[in-house]
């Protein structure tokens, strides 16, 4: 767990750096960071491919749609997780955020299958690019962190769990290890300043309803299909 006292400075560079990895496939120097804290050797090639597969191509099999209007609505059922399509507009209320702040999607650095004017405005790596400005911006004082709670409470909240645990459920060292950091940033992030959890809607979790927790025994079904097995081998 990291260390629950960091500042808001330290926490921009964090939620900089995952931004960072869920928008570019990692090269050399980032497996090689990586490493380091998984503890053991990753394969480059694997790990491109895997971040592909799990990020980027909905028909892959093993795709996570890293986009809150659909993580917000994902539902468990028995053994299977479901996921509606996602939409090029989609996250179109966080322009009225983006808009206030000075803050360009289009000019954060993404792998080419992700930079299109397509990409909506809530994927994850965007969302946790605007909250290290946010981060960034703070001055300490009670307006900034009030505004920074309700951000996280709207749009960070709501998927935050369920998309760290379904990551680092994968069978992929890679994709389970970036799981992993992400669940680390986001309890962090909970640590230094509390969201401010909209009304509770039946079915979506909040902070007090929160998923991700339980086993990585899954099988993610995609729009129209049957899903595939994702469980963990014995």
Do not use: K
């Amino acid at each position: 767990m990291l260390d629950p006292t960091l500042r808001d400075l330290e926490l921009a560079r964090l939620a900089e750096t995952a931004s960072r990895l869920l928008l570019n496939a990692p090269d050399a120097a980032t497996l090689s960071a990586m490493e380091r804290a998984a503890g053991g050797a990753l394969d480059l090639a694997q790990s491109r491919q895997d971040f592909y597969d799990h990020l980027c191509i909905v028909q892959s099999g093993c795709f996570v749609p890293p986009v809150a209007h659909v993580l917000r609505q994902a539902r468990q059922t028995q053994a299977y997780w479901h996921f509606g399509t996602p939409r090029y507009d989609g996250g179109d209320a966080l322009a009225s955020w983006y808009d206030a702040a000075g803050f360009e999607p289009s000019e954060l650095p993404s792998d080419p299958i992700l930079a299109g004017a397509n990409r909506p405005l809530d994927h994850v790596g965007v969302l946790l690019a605007f909250l290290a400005a946010l981060l960034d911006a703070a001055h300490d004082d009670n307006a900034d962190r009030t505004l920074i709670g309700e951000f996280l409470g709207e749009h960070i909240e709501p998927w935050a769990d369920t998309f760290a645990h379904l990551l680092s459920c994968s069978d992929s060292p890679y994709i389970a290890l970036l799981g992993s950091m992400l669940a680390d940033l986001f309890a962090a992030v909970r640590d230094t300043i509390p969201p401010l959890s909209p009304p509770t809607r039946a079915g979506h979790p909040n902070r007090g309803e929160r998923t991700g927790s339980g086993s990585c025994a899954m099988l993610i079904a995609p729009p129209g299909g049957r899903g595939e097995d994702r469980r963990e081998p014995d």
